[in-house]
T-cell receptor, first 112, second 114 residues
Framework: QKEVEQDPGPLSVPEGAIVSLNCTYS??????FMWYRQYSRKGPELLMY????GNKEDGRFTAQVDKSSKYISLFIRDSQPSDSATYLC????????????FGQGTRLTINP | EAGVAQSPRYKIIEKRQSVAFWCNPI?????LYWYQQILGQGPKLLIQ????????DSQLPKDRFSAERLKGVDSTLKIQPAKLEDSAVYLC????????????FGQGTRLTVV
């Protein structure tokens, strides 16, 4: 079983739709939860991060963490064609190597 | 602020040949990571340095991969000999401290082994 599971998609939605992206994880030591966006032929860039459980909002993006269910989500409101990319969830623990563990990535296309 | 620099951007080699990748992290970043990203998959950590010491290399195929971080700054990742399954994008990232609340990635080196 992988430490972090993410539906690879692909996911295709019309412009303006609300997008929901999700990851599940198995390691209860994870405390930092991040979402990275990766455009084609580019390195990942950090979109949002959350510490422990709760919600965080940044413009059209909302990140949610439910540690009891080991489940995290990213919501994109009023989606734009420029949001078309691969979205990667990532997690790290506060102890040990504190390495960053990624999900498989979900490929998202927003159609004009 | 300059980002993470990697070179080369692309490399094509034959199997059993050797190859090396170079990374220059953001100035002052103590933690440096090398990830392997196979097409359609998420990045997989190969090795993590804290300054010039190795923190985690549990997923590094040590019979063919090696990495070093000179003086706690630049880093090189080497593959010798390369196999077809090593075809991937090799991403270098750095962060100010461990715990990686924000790791900054370079554009990667796309390796094709034929």
């Amino acid at each position: 079983q992988k430490e972090v599971e993410q539906d690879p998609g692909p996911l295709s939605v019309p412009e303006g739709a609300i997008v929901s992206l999700n990851c599940t994880y198995s390691n209860s030591a994870f405390q930092y939860f991040m979402w990275y966006r990766q455009y084609s032929r580019k390195g990942p860039e950090l979109l949002m991060y959350t510490y422990s459980s709760g919600n965080k909002e940044d413009g059209r993006f909302t990140a949610q963490v439910d540690k009891s269910s080991k489940y995290i989500s990213l919501f994109i409101r009023d989606s734009q064609p420029s949001d078309s990319a691969t979205y990667l969830c990532a997690m790290s623990a506060l102890v040990g190597a504190q390495k960053l563990v990624f999900g498989q990535g979900t490929r998202l296309t927003i159609n004009p | 602020e300059a980002g993470v620099a990697q070179s080369p951007r692309y490399k094509i080699i034959e199997k059993r040949q050797s190859v090396a990748f170079w990374c220059n992290p953001i100035s002052g970043h103590a933690t440096l990571y090398w990830y392997q990203q196979i097409l359609g998959q998420g990045p997989k950590l190969l090795i993590q340095f804290q300054n010039n010491g190795v923190v985690d290399d549990s997923q590094l195929p040590k019979d063919r991969f090696s990495a070093e971080r000179l003086k706690g700054v630049d880093s090189t990742l080497k593959i010798q000999p390369a196999k077809l399954e090593d075809s991937a994008v090799y991403l270098c990232a750095s962060s100010l401290v461990r715990g990686a609340t924000e790791a900054f990635f370079g554009q990667g080196t796309r390796l094709t082994v034929v």
